[in-house]
């Protein structure tokens, strides 16, 4: 593992690098999890969190080591993987679950727990390190994005958005803003009808889990 990495963190080390953007993910949907490749398990599960979580590392190991003062940033995006929970929310768990993508999920929710105590860890050492202090880190977690892979499974999905309008909105929000943010007004807005309709939170994932694995499988 740490060949796979060592050309990529020279190559780093060696050039004027002040942003990193993880967003990469295998996914896999299977109507049956009984039956779900074991290799595949592995691959998604790994994909989904190794190289994330070590490109972090370097990076900001990178970004310490950094003179002047330059401003640098960390942007992770995984999923929609939780939502607000109060008033009728309350009767329901906050996460979104989507069925049929149960490692893709896993993967998803691993790196936005793994975002968060990042940026905490760094919160707290800029208050006594001056390296730490111009480093920025942004967890989008979105909801549907449709993409050309994405777009027979996924368009039909309300607040739904195409992936040059998603990453137009990242980029917007890169030195404006820091934590988690959904990236686009629908993603948001999904949350809050979700809290105001709850039953949404369990029927629409559903769906969204069904359509994807019936069009993966499809092929």
């Known amino acids: 593992m740490n060949n796979?990495?060592?050309?990529?963190?020279?190559?780093i080390n060696?050039?004027?690098?002040?942003?990193?953007?993880?967003?990469?993910?295998?996914?896999?949907?299977?109507?049956?999890y009984t039956k779900m490749d074991r290799n595949e398990i592995k691959n998604t599960i790994m994909c989904g969190t190794i190289p994330k979580s070590i490109l972090t590392q370097i990076?900001?190991?990178?970004?310490?080591?950094?003179?002047?003062?330059?401003?640098?940033?960390?942007?992770?995006?995984?999923?929609?993987?939780?939502?607000y929970n109060m008033g009728l929310g309350v009767m329901y768990k906050p996460g979104i679950t989507?069925?049929?993508?149960?490692?893709?999920?896993?993967a998803n929710a691993y790196g936005y727990y793994h975002s968060e105590s990042i940026l905490e860890e760094i919160r707290i050492k800029k208050q006594g390190d001056k390296r730490y202090k111009k480093i920025e880190i942004l967890n989008i977690?979105?909801?549907?994005?449709?993409?050309?892979?994405?777009?027979?499974?996924?368009?039909?999905?309300?607040?739904?958005?195409?992936?040059?309008i998603f990453a137009r909105n990242i980029v917007k929000l890169i030195g404006n803003l820091e934590g988690q943010q959904c990236a686009y007004w629908g993603h948001e807005l999904?949350?809050?009808?979700?809290?105001?309709?709850?039953?949404?939170?369990?029927?629409?994932?559903?769906?969204?889990?069904?359509?994807?694995a019936i069009g993966q499988n499809s092929k």
């Open 59 to 83: 990076a900001i190991n990178k970004f310490i080591s950094r003179v002047g003062g330059h401003r640098t940033w960390i942007i992770n995006i995984t999923a929609q993987c939780f939502t």
């Open 98 to 106: 989507v069925p049929y993508l149960a490692c893709y999920e896993a």
């Open 4 to 11: 796979f990495f060592k050309d990529i963190e020279e190559w």
């Open 190 to 212: 999904s949350n809050i009808v979700m809290l105001i309709a709850p039953f949404l939170r369990r029927h629409m994932p559903r769906y969204v889990g069904y359509n994807i």
């Open 14 to 32: 060696s050039n004027n690098v002040s942003i990193l953007i993880n967003n990469v993910g295998h996914r896999v949907a299977v109507l049956d």
């Open 141 to 164: 977690t979105p909801g549907a994005v449709i993409t050309d892979r994405t777009k027979a499974a996924m368009d039909w999905i309300p607040f739904s958005c195409t992936d040059s």
